[in-house]
């Protein structure tokens, strides 16, 4: 079974623009989570969507925006970057809602480089 | 709000036991605490979960006292290749989001 799929896995973008990060779960997988991991802040919850719909949201502007779709697959978008949105922006899945009992399938990431 | 807070780094022999501490205040009641291994340039690995006592697998086990505001992962016998960083994983009480602990980096040597 195909593990959790990013893309892409590098991105350099300089301040002011956005950028659309994809993340493909699991077959079968019907919740997608996203988080930033920095080396100050370290893993961050950002958004988590089952089913379509986002259930919850993290601590972050409204610039960060994501949506799910019919096949799961999930994008998250990030409008007017700034220099402190570099990092790893890391996706994860899971069978059922995201909570902590359910194991979490996390892809490779997306370096995102905000020059 | 929930809190989580691991050891910054912990340093270790091969064949040694290690023990890594994660502080959780006000997380959910109905939900596990979760262990996850991270390596370089990869996202993080499933370890271990439990809800309280011990839970033991192959490869770790989770020591949850009574008042769940703490967890122990403990990691028999490392090897060089358990080099890594790793995060506990709560739900907030509160907030009912996830929150990762502040991932402690385990350093074995030979």
């Given at each position: 079974?195909?593990?959790?799929?990013?893309?892409?896995?590098?991105?350099?973008?300089?301040?002011?623009?956005?950028?659309?990060?994809?993340?493909?779960?699991?077959?079968?997988?019907?919740?997608?989570?996203?988080?930033?991991?920095?080396?100050?802040?370290?893993?961050?919850?950002?958004?988590?969507?089952?089913?379509?719909?986002?259930?919850?949201?993290?601590?972050?502007?409204?610039?960060?925006?994501?949506?799910?779709?019919?096949?799961?697959?999930?994008?998250?978008?990030?409008?007017?970057?700034?220099?402190?949105?570099?990092?790893?922006?890391?996706?994860?899945?899971?069978?059922?809602?995201?909570?902590?009992?359910?194991?979490?399938?996390?892809?490779?990431?997306?370096?995102?480089?905000?020059? | 709000?929930?809190?989580?807070?691991?050891p910054?780094?912990m340093?270790s022999?091969?064949?040694q036991e290690v023990n890594i501490t994660c502080?959780?205040?006000?997380?959910?009641?109905?939900?596990?605490?979760?262990?996850?291994?991270?390596?370089?340039?990869?996202?993080?690995?499933?370890?271990?979960?439990?809800?309280?006592?011990?839970?033991?697998?192959?490869?770790a086990s989770l020591f949850?006292?009574?008042?769940?505001?703490?967890s122990t992962l403990s990691l028999p016998?490392v090897?060089?290749?358990?080099?890594?960083?790793y995060?506990?994983?709560?739900?907030?009480?509160?907030?009912?989001?996830?929150?990762?602990?502040?991932?402690t980096?385990l350093?074995?040597?030979?």
């Open positions: 079974k195909a593990g959790v799929t990013q893309t892409p896995r590098y991105l350099i973008k300089t301040r002011g623009q956005q950028v659309t990060l994809s993340c493909s779960p699991i077959s079968g997988h019907r919740s997608v989570s996203w988080y930033q991991q920095t080396p100050g802040q370290g893993l961050q919850f950002l958004f988590e969507y089952f089913s379509e719909t986002q259930r919850n949201k993290g601590n972050f502007p409204g610039r960060f925006s994501g949506r799910q779709f019919s096949n799961s697959r999930s994008e998250m978008n990030v409008s007017t970057l700034e220099l402190g949105d570099s990092a790893l922006y890391l996706c994860a899945s899971s069978t059922g809602q995201p909570r902590a009992y359910n194991e979490q399938f996390f892809g490779p990431g997306t370096r995102l480089t905000v020059l | 709000l929930a809190k989580t807070t691991q910054i780094s340093d022999y091969e064949g502080s959780h205040n006000n997380i959910a009641t109905n939900d596990y605490i979760t262990w996850y291994q991270q390596f370089p340039s990869q996202g993080p690995r499933f370890i271990i979960q439990g809800y309280k006592t011990k839970v033991t697998n192959e490869v949850i006292p009574a008042d769940r505001k703490s016998r090897s060089l290749s358990d080099t890594a960083v995060y506990c994983l709560v739900l907030g009480g509160a907030t009912n989001k996830l929150i990762f602990g502040t991932g980096l350093a074995v040597q030979p």
